[in-house]
C-alpha cells in the first residue's frame, strides 16, 4: 500500500483504506487488502492513519475504521466499514476498478 499525501488527495480517483494503528480489526482488514495486492502484484489502494488526518475524517464523515473509502471522477462512491471477506472486497473492485482484471491481448 502506498501511504496518502495531500497531493493524492487531490485526485478524482482513489481507493483508500482508512485505519487506525491500535485497531485489531484494522490489522485483519489490512491482511485481505495485502493479499489482493498479492495476488494483483501491484499497488492498489492507498492508506491513511486516521488519527493524522482529522480534517479529513471530519469532512468526509468517516465515522469508524476501518474504511476502504471509494472516491471515483470526484465523488465519494462508497464507504465500507464491514470488510467480511477478500470475494465481497473484489464485488467493489469489480465495479470500481476494473482495470485489475483485464488481460492484456
Do not use: W
Not at 9 to 37: N, W
Not at 47 to 70: G, H, W
Not at 79 to 87: D, G
Amino acid at each position: 500500500m502506498i501511504q496518502i499525501t495531500e497531493e493524492i488527495l487531490q485526485k478524482d480517483t482513489y481507493l483508500l483504506y482508512i485505519h487506525s494503528p491500535f485497531c485489531g480489526t484494522c490489522h485483519v482488514a489490512r491482511e485481505m487488502l495485502d493479499k489482493i495486492e498479492s495476488v494483483h502484484q501491484t499497488d492498489v489502494f492507498y492508506e491513511m492513519n486516521a488519527s493524522l488526518y482529522p480534517d479529513f475524517m471530519q469532512t468526509n464523515k468517516v465515522e469508524s475504521v476501518p474504511c476502504l473509502f471509494i472516491k471515483k471522477e470526484g465523488i465519494v462512491k462508497e464507504k465500507i466499514y464491514v470488510f467480511r471477506s477478500i470475494p465481497n472486497i473484489y464485488q467493489y473492485l469489480l465495479q470500481y476498478a476494473p482495470q485489475l482484471f483485464r488481460q492484456d491481448s
